[in-house]
């Protein structure tokens, strides 16, 4: 995961760093650039989603912010927990 440290200065962010830094998933011991690449397809999936059903960006943005809360913090869901298809490597 890229140094959560660059987003001290935002007044109002989505996620704090320590959120972004420990992920319910990580936690789970989920690599970090697994569940980046995760969130991100599942992000693109949500706009392709909503641009095909003519939905206004505040919707679409509004929904992706939704699912991104949900999987942040140690508190959030985890890919593991919730049966992402996500398989660990012994």
């Known amino acids: 995961m890229a140094p959560v440290s ?3 200065h935002l007044s109002n962010p989505l996620a ?5 830094a420990n ?6 011991g989920i690599p970090a650039e697994l569940e980046d690449s995760i ?4 992000q693109r ?4 989603a909503g641009v095909s ?3 206004p ?13 949900f999987w942040l913090g140690p508190d959030g869901g985890s890919l593991l927990r919730f049966d992402s298809k996500v398989t660990q490597s012994s």
């Open 23 to 28: 992920s319910a998933s990580q936690l789970d």
């Open 53 to 55: 059903l003519r939905l």
């Open 45 to 48: 999936l949500i706009q392709a």
């Open 39 to 42: 969130r991100y397809a599942s």
């Open 57 to 69: 960006q505040d919707v679409i943005a509004q929904a992706q912010v939704i699912f991104t809360r």
């Open 16 to 20: 704090t760093p320590k959120q972004l």
């Open 6 to 8: 660059g987003l001290s």
